[in-house]
């Protein structure tokens, strides 16, 4: 890969700055994951109205649909040995890479299919993922606790 004149290999930390710099140039996002936090990458990319393709396994799917991005299928395959702080045994996904080729193709082709999804993503994430939303979440859920552990609500 490194002889293609179009591939760029990044082997150092960036900077937030140079993180946004390089997402505003991008036209799609591909995350190949077996497992995920959140989807931060995902959710920045989609708020910015790009395309992305990722696997469609984990806490991403809480914000990607079919409508909005193009999620990966993938089989479930249990983790064989130790992996830093994970042990066998966890189910990981494993993502069909014929699968995320086909759907990177199809945006390739079709750029205003591309900037469609995009923008499906990005009205979708800021409707979703608002400040004012996830306030709110956060507050019932707190609420909820202090219901049940009234010491946590002083």
């Known amino acids: 890969l490194q002889d293609l004149p179009d591939v760029v290999f990044i082997d150092h930390f960036l900077s937030r700055q140079e993180t946004w710099d390089l997402q505003a140039c991008c036209d ?49 395959k249990p983790l064989e040995r130790d992996l830093g702080a994970y042990g066998p045994g966890p189910l990981w996904a494993e993502a069909d890479v014929d699968h995320a080729a086909w759907c990177l193709q199809q945006l390739a082709r079709d750029p205003a299919a591309r900037q469609a999804l995009g923008a499906r993503a990005a009205a979708d994430i800021r409707r979703q993922l608002s400040p004012e939303v996830v306030g709110q979440a956060i507050r019932q859920r707190l609420q909820a606790l202090g219901h049940w552990y009234p010491h946590l609500a002083h």
């Open 28 to 76: 799609v996002l591909l995350s190949l994951h077996r497992a995920e936090g959140f989807g931060l990458a995902p959710a920045e990319m989609m708020h910015l109205g790009k395309a992305v393709v990722a696997t469609g396994w984990s806490a991403n799917m809480d914000f990607m649909t079919a409508e909005n991005s193009m999620p990966v299928r993938y089989e479930l």
